[in-house]
């Protein structure tokens, strides 16, 4: 029996210490409000899960094997999963720009897979686009150089209609990629800590020490009467009765009244989430899908959908030994994972200014539209492997327009390069804050129509023509066919 190993990396909170009354009846109040768990039979939970810290794999150098594992959700209970090495969620790859990634991909699961670095800008041959899909046993090699700014990419798996599944039931990893320009600004890395040394410049000064960098992973689950992950969408793509973070069943991390970094994907099937701290306090944006934004600001409410990301700073300074402040989901009504200070360790700031400087796409030489359109069609048509539906020009600025009539939410997601969105039309008609500087998901409400920028740039190691998707993110909207193939050349 192969279980998860969830000792490395876990920050235990010190239960008992500072927990004051208050929040111990708020976290008892806290396991009452989750039917989730009475329903699957655990009982409930007096007390929250410490956060779950995948194990993180520096230097890009990786053999990844997807198979069946056994993963602790917190509290003891052990779910089945489909896991990258046997850690759900897999382990987090840090990487630097300009340095190579070499991952060997084996397929230990009863069917076909493929990875796909979301985010990365790769060749075809890196890419992991569904057409490349490796059987049972099979393995792929990738190789290619990290062109990328520093930023928090996603990897999962991408076989034609079989994402949907395979991401639910475990396969997903955050990848993490650092670069000078964010090096210079000082901000929380824990992910730096224990890296070897070729792989990371040990001569930066450490500003911050390690733990103040956390990713979270969100997204929903069901499960079966076991107790163990469950894949059962619904007509309208899956939804999960449970939150987890990192895979942890009521999550909680014991923080310093300190100033935290957290890395923030949706890496839910289907579910936009609408997030928000529960005292009421901002965040401090300072990233997205694609790295940096030029400035931070203070944001109450984050919308995102499946695969988009957020970098964003809480400040817990000032704040009481025993508070408790959760972060939300206000669409599901959840408490998706508990920050409790437990000490009163104070260090960190919110750095002001201008924090990296983007290049503005303009002047598109033409204009594609993108209908989504039901749950299976892009431009009327559902994805057909072996046809490409249209052609594109490598180092042209292009403006594309994605559009939906009724059936949304799509996060509408493109394979090769990032994009700029410049607009929204219908619907909440503005671009939000979290969609500034580079991105490449893009959440399509009802009703919306949003205009993006967007330039392949042919990088120095391609070879010829690369073929990529643009597709729904909702996971059962894309492997039921809401996906379209591009060749770029
Ligand atoms: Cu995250 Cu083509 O997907
Ligand atoms: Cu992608
Ligand atoms: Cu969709």
Known sequence: MKDADRAEGEQVPERGIGLSRRSLLKAMLAGAAAPALSKTGWGRAAARNPL??????????????????????????????????????????????????????????????????????????????????????????????????????????????????????????????????????????????????????????????????????????????????????????????????????????????????????????????????????????????????????????????????LDVLVDFRGYAVGTSVMLRDLDANWDLIEFLVTSSHAEGNIPSGRLSTIERLANPVRTRTFEFEGMNKVNGRSFDMNRIDFQVPFGEVERWILTTRGTAPHPVHIHGASFQVRSRTGGRGQVFPWEAGWKDTVLLLDAETVEVLIRFDRQAYYSGPQRYVIHCHKLEHEDAGMMSNFVVN
């Open 52 to 309: 779950y810290f995948p194990p993180t794999i520096y230097g890009g150098n990786v053999s990844l094997t997807c198979a069946p594992a056994q993963a602790n959700l917190g509290g003891g209970r052990i779910s089945n999963v489909l896991a990258y090495n046997g850690t759900f969620p897999a382990p987090t790859l840090a990487v630097r720009k300009g340095q190579f990634v070499n991952v060997v991909l084996h397929n230990g699961l009863a069917q076909e897979t493929i990875t796909h670095w979301h985010g990365m800008i790769v060749d075809e041959q890196n890419d992991g686009g569904p057409h490349m899909a490796i059987p049972p046993n099979g393995s792929h090699s990738y190789s290619y150089p990290v062109v990328n700014r520093a930023g928090l990419n996603f990897y999962h798996p991408h076989p034609h209609r079989l994402t949907g599944e395979q991401v639910c039931l475990g396969l997903a990893g955050a990848l993490i990629v650092r670069d000078a320009e964010e090096d210079a600004l000082g901000l929380p890395g824990s992910l730096y800590s224990g890296a070897p040394p070729l792989s990371v410049p040990r001569t930066r000064a450490m500003p911050f020490s390690s733990k103040y960098e956390v990713p979270l992973i969100l997204r929903d689950a069901n499960f079966d009467g076991s107790g163990n992950l469950r894949y059962n969408p619904g007509g309208n793509g899956f939804f999960g009765d449970t939150p987890l973070v990192n895979g942890t069943i009521e999550a909680t991390l014991s923080v310093d009244a300190s100033v935290y970094r957290f890395r923030v994907l949706n890496g839910s099937n289907a579910r936009v989430m609408r997030l928000a701290l529960s005292n009421g306090s901002m965040f401090r944006l300072i990233g997205n899908d694609g790295g940096l934004l030029e400035f931070g600001s203070q944001v109450g409410t984050f919308v995102i959908g499946p695969g988009e990301r």
